[in-house]
Structure formats: C-alpha cells, structure tokens
C-alpha cells in the first residue's frame, strides 16, 4: 500500500514538473511547432504603430477650375434679337463702302465683339457668291448694347469690273449673307450689285470690327 502512495506521488511530481514546463515556453515569446509548421508567437505578430518620425499624409487642394470659356456677361446678341440693315457710306477707288448696322430688339442687354461674317448670295436658295468677307484691320473690344442700341460694321465692296473678267465671272448678286460675331445663325440684308463668283487676286469684300454707332 504504501509503495503504491510512493509511485502515485512520483507521478504526480512528474505531471506538475511538465505543466511548469509547458507554461514557461508558451510565455517565452519564442516560435511554437505545430504540425511541423513554425508558427510566430503572439508577440511577433503584433503590427507596429506608425513612428514619431512618420509625418500623416496631409490633404491636397482641389485643383482650381480652368479659367476662360464662362458665360459672358451680358450674353452675346442672339441673331434672332438682331435687325441688321445697311446703310450706305461712301464711294473710292473702285468700291463701294457700306455700314452693317446690328440694332438689339430683345428686352435685355447684349454684346458684340469682333468681326461679323459676311459673304454675297444670290438665287432663291441663297446660294454664295465668291468668297467670304476678309477681315480688316485688328479686333476691337465688346460693344454693349442696350435694347434698342446698335452697333455697326464697315463693309468694302469692291467693284466687280476691277477685275479680270475671265477670273471674277461677273454674277449678279441679290444681297449679304451675315453672321453676327459668335453666332451660328445668319440674317439676309437686300443689297442688289454684281459679284465675282470666281477667284479673285484681291478680296472683293472687306468687313471691319464692331463699333458702336
């Protein structure tokens, strides 16, 4: 009986020494086997905050919105909101000078600026004759026009008989086709003359800037 009570203490002096043994690896830190695999402790897996030393990314401006291409202000004449009529000025060297008028009929303020596009038509269906107007002279500045204001643009017309009649094809013209500046859409002036539908060695019309009248 008492070698029995020997051996059933030796035993238990065993189980308390491998426990105490066991307990001291797993709060050692180091790596533990499992499978044949190493596994870090969790100690060594533990992810380090960012350093004194590291500076936090800081936030980047928005980038500022392209400059130019706004609305103007006020807006550009509408051509529907245009009369445009000629009116006549005077005559040298070989042609014909006469004035665009551009009056507002809208109810709101508008602006022009720059050179209408002009060119002769003829025919029921308006069919051009010759090139457009060249430009002449440098590009002037807005021109605001209240409602009922007007603005005007000197256009040249040179006489179709200054030129070789072989090149100019002489055509008779029943009126101007113009583009008031920046407008898409055209007005029809009634102007009766005779164009060069071929080309010719110089421009056969010449328009001039926006002014006010």
């Known amino acids: 009986m008492s070698s029995m009570n020997t051996r059933m203490k030796i035993g238990a002096v065993a189980l308390a020494a491998v426990g105490a043994l066991a ?18 402790s969790a100690s060594q897996t533990a992810v380090p905050g960012p350093s004194a030393t590291t500076a936090a990314p800081t936030a980047q401006p ?3 919105p392209a400059s130019g291409g706004g609305a103007l202000d006020p807006p550009n004449c509408a051509t529907g909101n ?16 006469v004035t665009l008028a551009f009056q507002n009929t809208g109810s709101a ?17 308006g069919q051009q004759v010759g090139a457009a107007a060249a430009m002449s002279g440098p590009r002037g500045g807005e021109v605001r026009l209240a409602p ?3 603005a005007g643009a000197v256009l040249q017309m040179a006489q179709a008989g200054n ?4 090149a100019c094809t002489p055509t008779a013209v029943r009126g101007l086709r113009v583009y008031p500046p920046g407008e898409k859409a055209s007005a029809f ?5 005779t164009g060069c539908a071929g080309t010719t060695p110089s421009p056969q019309l010449q ?3 926006m002014t006010a009248r």
Not at 82 to 95: N, Q
């Open 163 to 166: 030129f070789d009649p072989a």
């Open 189 to 193: 002036v009634p102007l009766e003359t």
């Open 82 to 97: 245009l009369k445009v009529t000629a009116v006549d000025g005077d005559a040298a060297a070989g042609s014909r000078f």
């Open 207 to 209: 328009v001039q800037t």
């Open 62 to 64: 928005a980038a500022a």
């Open 148 to 150: 009922g204001g007007s």
């Open 109 to 125: 303020p508008c602006q022009l600026r720059g050179f209408p596009g002009v060119s002769y038509v003829t025919g029921d269906t």
């Open 23 to 40: 307990a001291g690896c797993s709060s050692g830190g180091t790596d533990e086997v499992n499978g044949g695999v190493t596994v870090p």
